[in-house]
Every structure is written in C-alpha cells, then in structure tokens.
C-alpha cells in the first residue's frame, strides 16, 4: 500500500527524524556486526527521544544509516520494531 497507517504517522511527526551524518555522529555510534561504512552526509534516522544519550546508553535501532532510499521504509521499521517498545524516553502519552 502507499499510505501510512496511523501508528507509521504517528511515529514519523513524533518519534523520530531524518538527519546528515556529522564526524560526531560517525564516532559516536556503535560499531556491531554487520555495521556498514557512514560518510559525513550521509541521511540517518533517530529517535528525538534519547538522541542526547551517548550510543551506550541507547537501546538497540535508536539510530540507523538506510545505505538506500529503497531502504528508509525497512529502517524505519525496524526502529518500530525494536527500539519503539524499549526506548524508556518516549513519553507514555505517545
């Protein structure tokens, strides 16, 4: 389908932005397994929410780096899926 459900808009105007990877953010985030390359500039995704925390004090999918277009549904996503129900700084109104 090409239309957003309510809890996808929901988290879109409450949860999350898009942003340009700074060198801050490149050292700052987690390197796991399977972690890919961020250049300066590159479009991220993050919660608003605990976007101040250092990476360490983040729970999982707070940030991600789609590395295409094709993929920012697929991160956005997964940041539901996994860092949604665990994030302790969404406010409970949300």
Known sequence: SQVLNDLQCLI???CI???SATLADIHNRP???GSKHVGIGQVGIRCIHCRHLPSNA???QAVS???S???VYESVRNWQR???TT???IPVAI
């Open 12 to 14: 879109r105007l409450h």
């Open 17 to 19: 932005e898009v942003f």
């Open 31 to 33: 390197r796991g397994k």
């Open 58 to 60: 983040q729970t999982n």
């Open 65 to 67: 780096f789609p590395s």
């Open 69 to 71: 277009l094709s993929l």
């Open 82 to 84: 996994f860092h949604f």
């Open 87 to 89: 994030c302790t700084h």
